[in-house]
C-alpha cells in the first residue's frame, strides 16, 4: 500500500473510531469532536469548551450541527496545508 493511501486509510480510520461512538456513525457531533481532539492531541484542555467550540465551528461548514466525513478531511487538509505549505 502507498504512503499516501495508508494515509487515507488513516484519516477515514480516526473519523471512525470517534463517529461510531453516539449517534450517526457517518458524523460527529461536538462530543465525539472533543473527544477526537483530545486523543490527537489538539486540544490541550477537553474542558476548555471555547477550544472545542471554536474547532467545531470551523469544521461545520454546512452548520447543520454535525461534522460530517467531508467537512473533517476539509479541515484536515486545511491543517495540513497551515502546517507543511509554504
Ligand atoms: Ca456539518
Redesign the pocket.
Known amino acids: 500500500m502507498s504512503d499516501l493511501v495508508q494515509a487515507m486509510a488513516l484519516l477515514r480510520s480516526v473519523f471512525n473510531k470517534h463517529a461510531g461512538k453516539e449517534g450517526d456513525p457517518e458524523?460527529l457531533t461536538k462530543k465525539e469532536l472533543c473527544d477526537l481532539l483530545k486523543h490527537e492531541g489538539f486540544v490541550t484542555d477537553a474542558k476548555d469548551k471555547c477550544q472545542v467550540d471554536n474547532f467545531f465551528k470551523e469544521l461545520?461548514?454546512?452548520?447543520?450541527?454535525?461534522?460530517?466525513f467531508q467537512?473533517y478531511v476539509t479541515f484536515v487538509a486545511a491543517l495540513s496545508v497551515i502546517c507543511y505549505g509554504k
Open positions: 458524523t461545520d461548514n454546512n452548520q447543520d450541527g454535525v461534522v460530517s467537512e
